[in-house]
């Protein structure tokens, strides 16, 4: 039976007010474009999934290096290696990542990017230099420029087991390079001041010996007898005294040096040694005469050098003593580094073969992919919806036919329709319910208790997201 025909304008506009966006109107769309929406969502999220379960995962093993203290007071022993651990590590970074230490590395772990035989040593060089971390732990101290306490060293790769082998080896040439650096340095250093020492002993040495002689020249002006005497006494001066030090002071002290330089030169002007002079005779008196003011018009000028040389020599003992001060305090810096009592590099945490990779994260690749596949398969149904001109409502209608030719005819449900709708009903609440049971005794039976299992699941979660 028909029911009375509403007004045709206030059918119109119930029909215009909002009914492209009634939930009826939207599951009509989604029941007639389904496959619209399932066929680009299921292949770009499928295509996603196996992305995201075959890429690659990659571990990072990474071991702690920390920067010791020196283990004696830099106040009492001055160690001979000055330079801030941030520019040591930045050094000894640049010596290990070499080219050929890299090619090494992967000879000896038979390291490759995927495809092995077919790259080039450059690009395995790039390959292992792009995985290799090596970051600084820095602190910043009062009134100083930033300054490195420790550093991680690490290394990514496929395999977490090569991926620990080769942070251990970069670890241990870390290790042994900045030994060597240290103790080449401080070897280095003395070697220098040692060379310097024994310059400033070979000059003082040779004005010693101008010394002397000209001592040697001015006494025998006057005569030699008294010069043979003078020069024998000082000879045996200064051995007297070269005993009496050698009992207090070291070989290398320089007031030991300067007395062998002194008696060395001595005895090699032989002025000591040669047989006293027999008195003149009075023939030669008047000729010994003349000579002798020669000598004392010379004897001036003898003065005057002999000054300008013992003012040398005071400035060059004064030279020596700040040297030798210096080569004593560079060998005792050496051997801090030999004995690596110095400030060194130490071990905190040994690379460990990583459980968990860091890359890539899965769940954000499948989150990305199911997020695009609903936006491709929601842009597909609404590109093919708003093409369709398929006349499939009465808003439809009126857009090609007058609004008051179209007259409403409710639809009117038999008996028989309600009782099958009815028994669908009944059926769906059925079905549920007894999905509901079997699930719930599946999960009393086979699953953990729920604090167990909620834990577990938990703690998944968090190292998914941590990813």
């Known amino acids: 039976m028909l029911q009375r025909q509403q007004p045709l304008n206030a059918l119109h506009s119930e029909e215009d007010a909002g009914q492209p966006l009634t939930p009826s109107y939207l599951l009509a769309v989604l029941k007639r474009r389904a496959l619209s929406f399932v066929i680009p969502f299921i292949l770009i999220f499928s295509a996603g999934s196996v992305l995201a379960i075959a890429w690659p995962a990659r571990y990072l093993s990474q071991g702690k290096i920390l920067i010791q203290s020196p283990e004696i007071p830099?106040?009492?022993v001055q160690p001979t290696v000055s330079s801030l651990a941030n520019e040591r590590i930045q050094i000894i970074?640049?010596?290990?990542?070499?080219?050929?230490?890299?090619?090494?590395?992967?000879?000896?772990?038979?390291?490759s990017m995927g495809w092995r035989g077919l790259v080039s040593s450059t690009e395995i060089i790039d390959f292992i230099r792009e995985r290799t971390t090596i970051e600084p732990l820095e602190v910043k101290i009062k009134g100083r420029q930033q300054q490195a306490i420790a550093f991680t060293v690490g290394f990514e790769y496929e395999s977490p087991q090569i991926a620990t082998k080769v942070a251990n080896e970069l670890v241990?040439?870390?290790?042994?390079?900045?030994v060597r650096t240290r103790s080449s340095f401080a070897s280095e250093t003395t070697q220098f001041l040692a060379r310097d020492v024994n310059r400033i002993e070979d000059q003082l040495a040779l004005l010693d010996s101008q010394i002397l002689e000209l001592q040697h020249n001015s006494?025998?002006?006057?005569?030699?007898?008294?010069?043979?005497?003078?020069?024998a006494k000082q000879l045996q001066t200064l051995k007297a005294q070269l005993a009496v030090?050698?009992?207090?002071?070291s070989a290398a002290h320089p007031d030991i040096?300067?007395?062998k330089r002194a008696i060395k030169a001595l005895e090699k002007s032989?002025?000591?040694?040669?047989?006293?002079?027999?008195?003149?005779s009075n023939k030669d008196a008047e000729p010994r005469?003349?000579?002798?003011?020669?000598?004392?018009?010379?004897g001036g000028g003898n003065a005057l050098g002999l000054d300008t040389l013992e003012t040398r020599r005071s400035s060059l003992k004064t030279e020596l003593e700040k040297a030798t001060q210096k080569l004593a305090a560079a060998r005792l810096g050496e051997s801090l580094e030999r004995g690596r009592h110095s400030e060194r590099l130490e071990v905190i945490e040994q690379p460990t073969v990583p459980e968990t990779p860091v890359s890539p994260n899965r769940l954000k690749i499948f989150a990305l992919a199911f997020v695009f596949a609903f936006m491709s398969g929601g842009g597909l149904v609404f590109v093919r919806e708003t093409t369709d001109q398929s006349i499939r409502r009465s808003e439809d209608v009126f857009s090609i036919v007058d609004a008051h030719l179209v007259v409403p005819i409710p639809y009117i449900s038999t008996l028989r329709e309600a009782r099958q709708k009815k028994k669908k009903i009944i059926l769906v609440i059925a079905v549920l319910t007894a999905i509901i049971l079997v699930a719930a005794a599946a999960a009393y039976l086979y699953l953990p208790p729920p604090d167990v299992w909620y834990d577990r699941a938990t703690d998944k979660l968090i190292k998914l997201l941590l990813k």
């Open 257 to 259: 040096l300067a007395l």
């Open 270 to 280: 032989g002025v000591a040694t040669k047989p006293a002079a027999k008195p003149p």
């Open 245 to 249: 030090k050698s009992a207090t002071f």
């Open 289 to 298: 005469n003349a000579g002798a003011q020669a000598a004392t018009a010379a």
């Open 93 to 111: 970074q640049q010596r290990i990542m070499t080219r050929d230490n890299l090619l090494a590395i992967a000879k000896k772990f038979n390291l």
């Open 172 to 178: 241990t040439m870390i290790l042994n390079e900045d």
């Open 74 to 76: 830099t106040d009492l």
């Open 219 to 231: 006494a025998q002006a006057d005569t030699d007898a008294p010069d043979q005497k003078n020069a």
